[in-house]
């Protein structure tokens, strides 16, 4: 038993140290850009001529989520509230102002309002890349 509890302190610290030093190594575009499609540096990968899978992903990310990041709306009505109440979608208390914004636009897109289905898949798969890019900026510089 004691050897467990010597090994997760030793492991504990390994893990806050490696991530200490992650915050100071700059992240390869495709990577940022994955988790800020949005952010004005990410501009060139989304428009620009590079095929490869990096950039494909930097490209469906911004599809799914940053081009809804693009035109902030104010956060989320009561209306918004509802919508994700009635369709049982919990609302991640880990969101920031600019993705409940964003939220805002899925769930008011009107390429999305003749279709529940999809509506319903888009406002998830935007869930769950704000959450995974709410974590990944709290462990790294994101530009805005």
Request: hydrophobic share 40%; with cysteine; charged share 20%.
């Amino acid at each position: 038993m004691r050897k467990c509890a010597a090994g997760l302190g030793v492991a504990a610290i390994a893990i806050s140290g490696s991530i200490a030093r992650a915050q100071d190594i700059k992240p390869d575009p495709h990577t940022a850009c994955y988790f800020r499609p949005q952010a004005p540096a990410c501009e060139t990968l989304i428009r620009g001529q590079d095929d490869s899978p990096a950039a494909e992903g930097v490209k469906a990310s911004y599809q799914a989520y940053g081009r809804y990041l693009k035109n902030p709306s104010g956060g989320l009505t009561i209306q918004d509230r509802t919508y994700l109440k009635d369709n049982d979608i919990a609302l991640p208390e880990m969101l920031g102002p600019a993705n409940q914004s964003g939220l805002h636009a899925v769930i008011n897109d009107p390429a999305l309002a003749g279709d529940p289905d999809t509506r319903r898949h888009a406002v998830n798969n935007f869930l769950r890349h704000a959450v995974a890019a709410e974590l990944y900026c709290g462990f790294n510089i994101c530009e805005a």
